[in-house]
């Protein structure tokens, strides 16, 4: 799929991006890098097996720099000024021509994973929400009461910032709506899994 560089407003900052639109009507999906201040970028190998398995799935996407990393403005937040960003890049992605209105999906990885949930629960029009590798380690998710929307959990068994069994016990709380994916093998930085991980996102949306 060919990307194109844009750029658009979060708050005071303009964000820099790639734009992959197919039209013809495709959803929307947005997806947020690990964190910038352990060199988290859109580039990256996990960002880009997320493209690859939203661009099979039909998908136009939209990655993006948080604020503050590569040639968006701004500063790092920490986490709610990220949140904002995504919103940002969701509402650039869906005025794009070509690009459906319903059925949005947010992804992320790590960081990006946690700024998924809470943006893809915040917002009526995201539909669905894929995290992969979440760092439950490091961070509660947050997870609105009552949130009924399908969310896709995606981790390596050999992730120590992204533990099985906190996954479980997320995926119990969330309910039917949410669903797991566990890739034997891999570490939270899928470095060679990266097709596996593809596939296992591909599978999961078609289920």
């Not at 021509?97 to 915040?122: D, I, N, Q």
Request: proline share 4%; aromatic share 6%; glycine share 14%.
């Amino acid at each position: 799929m060919n990307e194109t560089q844009v750029s658009f407003q979060s708050g005071d900052s303009i964000l820099e991006g790639l734009l992959a639109n197919p039209g013809g009507g495709a959803p929307a999906a947005v997806v947020c890098h690990p964190h910038p201040l352990y060199g988290g970028s859109m580039h990256n190998n996990v960002v880009e097996a997320i493209l690859a398995a939203m661009w099979q799935a039909g998908y136009a996407t939209l990655r993006f720099n948080f604020r503050g990393v590569g040639a968006s403005e701004g500063e790092h937040d920490g986490g709610p000024g990220e949140v904002d960003d995504a919103v940002a890049a969701m509402r650039f992605l869906l005025a794009q021509p070509g690009v459906r209105k319903e059925g949005a999906a947010m992804t992320g990885y790590s960081f990006g994973a946690m700024v998924a949930l809470s943006a893809g629960y915040e917002r009526a029009e995201i539909a669905r929400i894929v995290a992969v590798a979440l760092p439950l380690a490091m961070a509660d998710a947050r997870i609105a009461d009552g949130g009924s929307k399908p969310v896709l959990l995606v981790s390596g068994d050999r992730d120590s910032y992204s533990p099985v069994a906190g996954l479980q016990a997320l995926k119990s709380k969330v309910g039917d709506s949410a669903r797991l994916e566990i890739i034997a093998g891999a570490d939270h930085f899928f470095g060679g899994g990266e097709a596996e991980l593809s596939r296992a996102i591909v599978g999961a949306l078609s289920a």
